[in-house]
């Protein structure tokens, strides 16, 4: 995750926030309503619908530090926006408030919007070129294979709850099963698998070891591509490196980067939302037990009704243009709105109304740059979530369902815990199961930071716990709660 952070960014915190000593309204300068703060991250769906009242397609909004944009809330309007990289393109530098200096370089957003030489942030030629050698990789993995990795891993997390009768699907199934997935598809030594997994979750969460987990991340690819380079195999790390595009050395890392880490929250978010369905909607229960819906089938539904990221940002606008009824001008900035175009009326008049099946949600985008591995992330819940069941034939909700709680963000939502209990039943080992030397997945730890690293950290929360102490009471920020990823991308900068 290459940012070009300075060094030195100051900590300062967008206007509005509470440490500017105000409570955030939900409307910003000119009346436009917010897309952060307390009230938008409460209740987004209530947003987006108020949002669609006042200004239909596309409404302006205002992001973290009240820039402006676009959300673009229709169904139509989203695909034209995906479909028209002409008009419409993933090029962040275009954006109006980078070349006018608005944007602090210790913005929440530049994580998400910050230019990367990635295929994501590409358009034209040099897209084709990055996103082909991802693409093709990805594409040379079989279904039956990836079932195979998904049948080992989910009946090795069942195992360690199986006796208990009991269990936690997000933090003890959901978070685990992607990526000790992925590492089998990179090609990497099974003793990678828990460290990684919990360096992912890390890395999401934005502790304060994230610069370790990133650095461990780093590392684990770095040493797989020397591997690889040595004795190749029939992974992605292999392909990439083979591939006839010519990636260099630091594109094939972070392209690798991508996919490991976006693959993995965006279906550890599909798992744990079609696993509460399961256990929680009558009609999905019904329908299972029954033989009249396949689990493939809930998953359609939960990709209209709970797509794994809420938003995307972004793509920029390269001339004046209208949409959805509104005057884009170059160099704005628009927010592709898929929770809100999955539930536009103008395509699901009833939201009651099943759609098994059907798959012209938004969920994986559209166009261009639709997502290049969502045929593994749905194999791979798929799969989980059938073999879960087998596993455990009477899992059911161990709290009401109303207890169940969600945290948000500006592009996602996920559920926090799905308690369960079952009866308790010793699971069988599964043949491909190998002893590693790692810990138990569920007690990793993070690895600690290279001794470098470390002083480097150390210095700048020295030379930041100075700045704290001469800042007025006012707008003082403490400091376990600053923005892990200046630390991160000013140390990893390139």
Not at 355 to 365: A, K, T, V
Not at 425 to 451: C, F, G, L, N, Y
Request: proline content about 9%; charged content about 25%; aromatic content about 6%.
């Amino acid at each position: 995750m290459s940012t070009p952070f300075p060094d030195d960014a100051a900590p300062t915190p967008p206007p509005g926030c509470p440490a500017h000593g105000h409570a955030l309204e939900p409307f910003g300068p000119g009346g436009v309503r917010r897309l952060y703060g307390p009230e938008a991250e409460a209740d987004p769906a209530g947003l987006y619908e108020k949002l669609r009242a006042e200004h239909g397609e596309v409404a302006p909004v205002l992001l973290h530090g009240d820039l402006p944009a676009w959300l673009i809330l229709g169904h139509g309007a989203n695909i034209t926006a995906m479909r028209s990289p002409s008009l419409f393109s993933r090029d962040s530098r275009l954006w109006s408030a980078f070349r006018d200096g608005e944007v602090p370089m210790d913005s929440p957003l530049m994580p998400v919007i910050a230019w990367q030489p990635l295929c994501v942030f590409a358009d034209g030629e040099e897209h084709r070129r990055l996103r082909g050698a991802v693409l093709d990789g990805l594409n040379r993995f079989d279904r039956r294979g990836v079932r195979r990795h998904v049948r080992r891993f989910t009946t090795e997390l069942v195992q360690v709850v199986g006796q208990t009768g009991r269990a936690e699907l997000v933090t003890q199934f959901a978070e685990h099963l992607p990526m000790l997935v992925m590492t089998q598809l990179l090609g990497m030594p099974d003793e990678y698998g828990p460290q990684l997994v919990n360096a992912a979750r890390d890395l999401m969460k934005g502790t304060e070891t994230a610069i370790a987990s990133n650095e461990y991340v780093v590392a684990s690819l770095r040493r797989t591509m020397a591997a690889k380079r040595e004795d190749p195999g029939g992974d992605l790390v292999t392909w990439l490196m083979e591939h006839p595009a010519g990636l260099t050395d630091d594109e094939v890392m972070e392209h690798l980067r991508v996919v490991l880490l976006a693959a993995n929250e965006t279906t550890v978010n599909l798992i744990a939302d079609t696993l509460k369905m399961v256990l929680t909607d009558p009609r999905f229960r019904a329908h299972l037990s029954g033989g009249q819906m396949t689990l493939g089938e809930a998953l359609d539904q939960v990709l209209w009704d709970s797509p794994p990221m809420s938003l995307v940002a972004g793509r920029w606008a390269t001339v004046d243009t209208e949409l959805g009824g509104q005057q884009i001008r170059a160099g704005d900035l628009l927010l592709l709105g898929l929770a809100a175009g999955n539930v536009d009326p103008v395509v699901r008049p009833d939201l009651a109304t099943p759609l098994y099946g059907n798959r012209s949600h938004l969920s994986f985008g559209a166009g261009p740059h639709e997502c290049p591995g969502q045929d593994i992330g749905r194999s791979v819940a798929e799969a989980g979530i059938d073999i879960l069941l087998t596993l455990l034939p009477d899992l059911r909700l161990a709290v009401p369902e109303e207890e169940l709680t969600w945290t948000s963000a500006w592009i996602s939502r996920h559920l926090v815990e799905l308690p369960v209990e079952f009866t308790p039943r010793e699971i069988e080992p599964h043949p491909d199961s190998k002893p590693v030397d790692a810990p138990d997945p569920a007690a990793v730890t993070v690895p600690e930071p290279t001794p470098a690293v470390a002083e480097a950290v150390e210095e700048k929360a020295e030379k930041e716990a100075e700045k704290e102490a001469e800042a007025p009471a006012a707008v003082r920020i403490p400091a376990q709660r600053r923005g892990w990823w200046r630390t991160l991308t000013g140390l990893f900068r390139r």
